[in-house]
C-alpha cells in the first residue's frame, strides 16, 4: 500500500504510544488518538487506509465508532479488545470490522494484518519499475541499474508514492499527508529538503521531475 496511513484509536495512552511508534518503525504514517469522538472527527478530516481500534473506548464506545467507519467507504477497521472469546469476536466483525486481534499479541502479527488490510483496497503492484529504478513496496527496498539504495523510511515513502503514481504529478501536499503524519507543519520544506536527499541519492541522470506549481513526478 503507498503511504500507508493509520490511525491509532487506544485508550491506555502507553500502548497506544507503543503501537504507533512500532507502526511508524514499520514505515507508515500514524495518528494516535485516546478516545472515540477524537477518532470519528480525525477520520472525519483524513483518508486513512487502516484504523486500529481499541473495542472499550471512553467518549463513544468502540463499536459505536466502528459502526459509524464500516457505514462509509472510509477505512478498514482492526479491532483491538481484551475480551477475545468467540462470541466477542463475531460481535466485533458483525458491527463492520475487517479484523480481529485479540490483547496481549505479537507485534509482527499487528503489522502483517495492519499491512494486509491496506491491500485489499486497489494498489499498486508490490514490486514498481521505472526504467533502470526498481522499487519493492513488500521489502520496503529500491535500486537503480542493479545498485541498492540506502533510503530513509520517507525517502522511501516518497518515491515509493511517486513510482506507484506511474508518470502523474504528485503535489507536495500529498506527500505530506501520506508519507508524514498529522503533526507535520504544512508550512515547512520537509518534503523539498527530502526530495532533495532522494534525488542525490538516485544519481544520474536525473529520475524526478519538479513541475513548477503542481508538484514532483517520475
Same mark, same amino acid.
Given at each position: 500500500? /503507498?503511504?500507508?496511513?493509520?490511525?491509532?484509536?487506544?485508550?491506555h495512552a502507553t500502548l497506544a504510544g507503543r503501537i504507533g511508534e512500532g507502526l511508524r518503525d514499520a514505515g507508515?504514517?500514524?495518528?494516535?488518538?485516546?478516545?472515540?469522538?477524537?477518532?470519528?472527527?480525525?477520520?472525519?478530516?483524513?483518508?486513512?487506509?487502516?484504523?486500529?481500534?481499541? &473495542?472499550?473506548?471512553?467518549?463513544?464506545?468502540?463499536?459505536?465508532?466502528? &459502526?459509524?467507519?464500516?457505514?462509509?467507504?472510509?477505512?478498514?477497521?482492526?479491532m483491538l479488545t481484551a475480551a477475545a472469546g468467540v462470541d466477542e469476536r463475531v460481535d466485533g466483525l458483525e *458491527? +463492520?470490522? %475487517?479484523?480481529?486481534?485479540?490483547? =496481549? !499479541?505479537? !507485534?509482527?502479527?499487528?503489522?502483517?494484518?495492519?499491512?494486509?488490510?491496506?491491500?485489499?483496497?486497489?494498489?499498486?503492484? =508490490?514490486v514498481v519499475r521505472r526504467g533502470d529504478l526498481t522499487v519493492d513496496r513488500a521489502r520496503h527496498r529500491a535500486? &537503480?541499474? +542493479?545498485?541498492?539504495?540506502? $533510503?530513509?523510511?520517507? #525517502?522511501?515513502? /516518497?518515491? #515509493?508514492?511517486?513510482?506507484?503514481? %506511474?508518470?502523474? @504529478? @504528485?503535489?507536495?501536499?500529498?506527500?505530506?499527508?501520506? /508519507?508524514?503524519?498529522?503533526?507535520? %507543519? =504544512? !508550512?515547512?520544506?520537509?518534503?523539498?529538503?527530502? $526530495?532533495?536527499?532522494?534525488?542525490?541519492?538516485?544519481?544520474?541522470?536525473? *529520475?524526478? #521531475?519538479?513541475?513548477?506549481?503542481? +508538484?514532483?513526478?517520475?
Open positions: 500500500m /503507498v503511504g500507508m496511513r493509520v490511525l491509532v484509536v487506544e485508550d507508515m504514517a500514524v495518528d494516535v488518538v485516546h478516545d472515540g469522538a477524537a477518532a470519528l472527527a480525525l477520520a472525519a478530516q483524513t483518508g486513512y487506509d487502516v484504523v486500529v481500534l481499541d &473495542r472499550d473506548l471512553p467518549v463513544v464506545h468502540g463499536d459505536q465508532v466502528c &459502526r459509524s467507519l464500516a457505514a462509509t467507504d472510509g477505512p478498514r477497521i482492526l *458491527l +463492520g470490522a %475487517d479484523d480481529y486481534l485479540g490483547k =496481549p !499479541f505479537a !507485534f509482527t502479527e499487528l503489522i502483517a494484518r495492519v499491512r494486509a488490510l491496506a491491500r485489499r483496497a486497489p494498489s499498486a503492484p =508490490p535500486s &537503480r541499474a +542493479g545498485r541498492p539504495l540506502s $533510503l530513509t523510511r520517507k #525517502e522511501f515513502g /516518497v518515491l #515509493e508514492m511517486l513510482a506507484a503514481a %506511474d508518470g502523474a @504529478v @504528485v503535489s507536495a501536499e500529498e506527500l505530506l499527508e501520506h /508519507v508524514w503524519d498529522a503533526h507535520a %507543519d =504544512p !508550512f515547512s520544506n520537509i518534503v523539498s529538503v527530502t $526530495l532533495t536527499r532522494l534525488r542525490r541519492k538516485l544519481g544520474a541522470p536525473p *529520475l524526478i #521531475e519538479t513541475v513548477v506549481g503542481k +508538484g514532483y513526478r517520475l
